[in-house]
C-alpha cells in the first residue's frame, strides 16, 4: 500500500510539473495566479457549506424528533394547556432556528457566486491565445 501511494504521489508531482511547464509555455501565468487563489477559495467555501448542511440537517433531525415526541403526547390524550403552550414554544424556536439557518445559507450561498464570478472573470487559456494573436498582428 505504501509503495502504491508513493507511486502516485509521485505521478501527482510529475503531471503538475508538467502542467506547470505548459502553463510557463502558453504565457498565462499571470492569469493562472490569479485563478489558483480563487479557486482554493471556493474549495474552502465548499467545505463549510458541507459543514453547514450537516448541521443543518442535524438540526432537522433534532426538530422531526420532537416532532414525533409531540405526535405520541396528542395521540396519549395529553391535551392539556401545557401542551399547548410548550407546542407554541417549541414552534416559535423551531421558526426562529429556521429563519437563522436560512439567512447563514443565504449569506454561503452569496460567498460562493462571488467566487464563481471571479473564476469567470479570469481568461482562458484560448482567450490568452487570441489576444496574442491579436496584439501580435496590430
Known sequence: MNRYQNRRKADVLSESQKLRERIDGSGCNAAVDKLIPILESLKS???????L???????????EAE?????????????SESLSESLDSLLEMSL???DSAKKELAGRLRAVLLVKRQIDDV?????????VVNFLHA
Open 45 to 51: 467555501l465548499e467545505n463549510e457549506e458541507c459543514v
Open 53 to 63: 448542511r450537516a448541521d443543518y440537517d442535524a438540526r432537522r433531525a433534532g426538530l
Open 67 to 79: 416532532v414525533c415526541e409531540l405526535e405520541d403526547k396528542v395521540e396519549s390524550g395529553s391535551h
Open 96 to 98: 426562529e432556528k429556521l
Open 123 to 131: 481568461a482562458t487559456q484560448a482567450e490568452v491565445i487570441q489576444y
